[in-house]
């Protein structure tokens, strides 16, 4: 069975600081890979997915992830975070069926 | 386009009375998909359908039911409220899942049953 693993439920920051938020997850077969970001009393957001193209993949608002197979791994990183990028993040995983398998989030709190 | 859009926002009930969540897109998918969010526990699949006509169950059915009669829209019914449905509810539409496709949220339903 497919799972999702984000470790640490909150991530503080200091603005300008680097971003990582970890996400480690499980599949029987080649995964499809998500990060969505939810801001405070909205509906998620795609920022990137891993399609089995190229590793490391690059999203919306300077993030990006590298898919480690060797780790089983998928953390989302900026480098320099920002106030705006304050929200909860998701990291999920899809196989070859219908589902996405969502991990529990990690809240970001970036302060000045 | 609008989207996801998701109908009402918020609601309250007492327990044991029966509500309707509505959800329509308008992006032609196929797919749709109802999560509840809860917290410290992510989303959880409701119930999901593959086309018109099609539902089938997710992680979490019980006392859940839906219909998907036009492509658009895809209901989700509690027929007999309980406090441990207080959750947001979202619902979601990708063209074809499985595949790598993104799914498309809407902006969530905020129920409390009391």
């Known amino acids: 069975a497919q799972s999702v693993t984000q470790l640490g439920s909150h991530v503080s920051v200091s603005e300008g600081a680097l971003v990582l938020l970890r996400c480690n997850y499980s599949?029987?077969?080649?995964?499809?890979l998500f990060w969505y970001v939810q801001y405070p009393n909205q509906g998620l957001q795609l920022l990137l997915k891993?399609?089995?193209?190229?590793?490391l993949v690059k999203g919306i608002n300077g993030f990006e992830a590298e898919f480690k197979k060797s780790e089983t791994s998928f953390h989302l990183t900026k480098p320099s975070a920002h106030m705006s990028d304050a929200a909860e993040y998701f990291c999920?995983?899809?196989?070859?069926?219908?589902?996405?398998?969502f991990g529990t989030g990690t809240r970001l709190q970036v302060f000045p | 386009n609008a989207g996801v859009t998701q109908t009402p926002k918020f609601r309250v009930l007492k327990t044991g009375q029966s509500m309707t969540l509505l959800c329509a897109q308008d992006?032609?998918?196929?797919?749709m998909y109802w999560y509840r969010q809860d917290p410290g526990m992510g989303l959880r699949l409701i119930h999901y359908?593959?086309?018109?006509?099609?539902?089938a169950k997710g992680e979490v059915p019980d006392g859940y039911n839906v219909s998907r009669l036009k492509k658009q829209n895809f209901l989700l019914g509690l027929e007999s409220a309980a406090p441990s449905q207080t959750s947001v509810y979202f619902c979601?539409?990708?063209?074809?899942?499985?595949?790598?496709?993104?799914?498309?949220f809407g902006p969530g339903t905020r129920l409390t049953v009391l």
């Open positions: 979601a539409s990708s063209q074809q899942s499985g595949e790598g496709d993104t799914q498309y």
């Open positions: 599949s029987s077969v080649p995964p499809y």
């Open positions: 891993y399609t089995s193209a190229a590793t």
């Open positions: 999920a995983v899809s196989d070859n069926t219908d589902k996405l398998i």
């Open positions: 992006m032609n998918h196929e797919y």
């Open positions: 359908s593959v086309g018109e006509g099609t539902t």
